[in-house]
């Protein structure tokens, strides 16, 4: 799964990321996954640190329309 390619929740991205870093401080990660593993956990990281982004500019835009109405 690609976060380019579907749409992806930030709880389920967050959920995925901590399962992953689960796995990988267990030593539970095959050595032949392991890169993968942590690519994709890198790719989880931008789209979770965006996601957070995005939701900040969000939330402050409302508040700065409500500011102006009040």
Do not use: F, G, P, W
């Not at 992953?20 to 979770?48: P, Q």
């Amino acid at each position: 799964m690609n976060t380019m390619d579907t749409i992806l929740k930030y709880e389920d991205a967050y959920n995925e990321l901590a399962a992953i870093a689960k796995e990988i401080e267990s030593e539970n990660v095959a050595i032949d996954v392991l890169a993968e593993k942590v690519k994709r956990a890198s790719e989880l990281i931008a789209y979770c640190q965006a996601k957070l982004r995005s939701t900040e500019t969000e939330v402050n835009n409302i508040i700065a329309q409500m500011d102006k109405q009040a």
